[in-house]
């Protein structure tokens, strides 16, 4: 199983950024895929995670109203949009798997199994 985070890059204050996590070696149906991410200096954060069976979504105080995931039913892939981009938003971004539906609580990182490479979201003020 190998999971990717793509997307990132460096976003203006108020713009918005699409991530994708492409994923192999699953079959998305049985999977559920978490997003986190850590700004500098600081611990990993729980943001969202997606069922795949259906595509129910948890979402973090810290980014509703703000974000968006969803499947990509061309293939084996998630999305993540966020908008409304600010300074605190600067962070690699990991997406993680784990089969089945997503653990309760959603944003505990160790529940995972499988993890990609991040990538980077910085926001220029």
């Known amino acids: 199983v190998q999971l990717q985070a793509y997307g990132g890059g460096l976003v203006q204050s108020g713009g918005s950024v699409r991530l994708v996590c492409t994923t192999s070696?699953?079959?998305?149906?049985?999977?559920?895929i978490g997003w986190f991410r850590q700004a500098p200096g600081k611990g990993r954060e729980g943001i969202s995670c997606?069922?795949?069976?259906?595509?129910?979504?948890y979402y973090a105080d810290s980014v509703k109203g703000r974000i968006a995931v969803s499947k990509d039913n061309a293939g084996n892939g998630v999305s993540l949009e966020l908008s409304g981009l600010k300074s605190e938003d600067t962070a690699i971004y990991y997406c993680?798997?784990?089969?089945?539906?997503?653990?309760?609580?959603?944003?505990?990182?160790?529940?995972?199994?499988?993890w990609g490479r991040g990538t980077l979201v910085t926001v220029s003020s």
């Open positions: 997606i069922r795949g069976r259906d595509g129910k979504t």
């Open positions: 993680a798997g784990i089969q089945g539906g997503c653990p309760a609580p959603y944003y505990r990182d160790d529940w995972y199994v499988h």
């Open positions: 070696g699953l079959s998305l149906g049985n999977y559920a």
